[in-house]
């Protein structure tokens, strides 16, 4: 960074700015004769009659502070900061910053979704929930509403019956745990298929012994039937 210093000569006024251990910016201003005006140095006596500030900051703000030391800063300061990119301009290559550059992927990041556990139906209205006498859940619904599995899996077996069950498929979970789909009007997948909780497995109907059209499931743990709400999320 540039610094100066001040001289003083008779009838003048010398400015010396350093921009580099090689090059120095002399300014000088001479007094026209005949003008009159206020002083650049102060008078001692006034500065030790202000209370403000130690004497030299005092000495130094006064001189700063003066119009003609404005005039003179104001008006060559475009030429300290030309000579300064000039000289900045002419050091070795090797002393400049080459920019940085960023470089942006374009590449697309694919976001899929799962669902873990899922009700088979939407929405998913309670007719009758689990008991001694009834080892499943019925849901409400209307023929040709679609039916999904509870949990990923693979279907492991697919009946087609005018008694119990009706239409039932039977899909095989991980954990030694298994679903089945009854009363349908619909199959739509085959034994061996694997599906999740997206799969359309076939349509809620009025098939086997049924009163109404609904969708019966029951889930098994290790052969024996748990509650399916031990499973599904409660709302």
């Known amino acids: 960074m540039p610094s100066f210093r001040l001289g003083n000569l008779p009838n003048m006024l010398q400015i010396s700015l350093n921009l580099s251990p090689k ?10 004769r005949g003008e009159v005006g206020e002083g650049i140095f102060p008078d001692i006596s006034e500065l030790r009659r202000a209370r403000r500030g130690h004497k030299f900051s005092r000495f130094f703000r006064h001189i700063f502070e003066h119009k003609n030391i404005k005039k003179i800063l104001g008006s060559n300061l475009a030429l300290v900061v030309l000579a300064s990119s000039t000289l900045t301009g002419s050091t070795s290559a090797q002393d400049t910053l080459e920019p940085e550059s960023t470089v942006i992927s374009n590449q697309e990041v694919h976001i899929t979704t799962q669902r873990s556990v899922a009700y088979p139906v939407d929405p998913a209205i309670v007719n009758q929930g689990y008991h001694f006498a009834h080892p499943g859940v019925d849901f409400e619904g209307v023929t040709g509403d679609p039916v999904n599995p509870i949990l990923a899996g693979v279907v492991e077996r697919i009946d087609h019956s005018k008694f119990a069950l009706g239409n039932a498929v039977l899909v095989r979970h991980s954990g030694e745990l298994s679903s089945i789909y ?32 609904h969708l019966h499931i029951e889930v098994y743990q290790n052969g024996h039937t748990i509650n399916p709400f031990t499973v599904l999320p409660r709302n």
């Open 23 to 32: 090059h120095r910016l002399d300014l000088k201003l001479v007094k026209k």
């Open 182 to 213: 009854a009363h349908l009007s619909k199959i739509d997948v085959e034994e061996g298929q694997a599906v999740t909780t997206y799969t359309k497995i076939g349509e809620v109907g009025t098939s086997g012994r049924a009163f109404g059209d």
